[in-house]
Nanobody, 128 residues
């Protein structure tokens, strides 16, 4: 049974940093396409960053240069390092996993509808 549990969210002032973690169980994380998504109040879910099985990474334009996705195979954990946070980054952040073609279709699927497994989310609030 695949499960994803996110943690590390919280409240921070603009310009600050947070690191989100997503602990995976029931499978080997590095063999799946993995992603971070977020949903702000009143907005649709959007892709933040993804990392494929070949370690290739993609980022939303809004977070490029500020956020970094990574994974630790020994810990079976996915991370999202978020620096220079802005008020617009305030959202519920979710990690997602897929063994199929989610990463392949990512350019055409900004909502992450091809991802199979989702965590429960962790809230990030950035005050200006």
């Amino acid at each position: 049974q695949v499960t994803l549990v996110e943690y590390g969210g919280g409240s921070v002032q603009a310009g600050g940093s947070l690191r989100l973690s997503c602990k995976a169980s029931g499978y080997t994380l590095r063999t799946y396409c993995m992603g971070w998504f977020r949903r702000a109040p009143g907005k649709e879910r959007e892709r933040v960053a993804i990392i494929d099985t070949d370690s290739s990474e993609k980022y939303a334009d809004s977070v490029k240069g500020r956020f970094t996705i990574s994974r630790d195979s020994a810990e079976n954990t996915l991370y999202l390092q978020m620096n220079s946070l802005k008020a617009d980054d305030t959202a519920m952040y979710f990690c997602a996993a897929d063994r199929g073609l989610a990463c392949y279709y990512s350019d055409y699927d900004p909502r992450g509808n091809h991802f199979t497994y989702w965590g429960q989310g962790t809230q990030v609030t950035v005050s200006s």
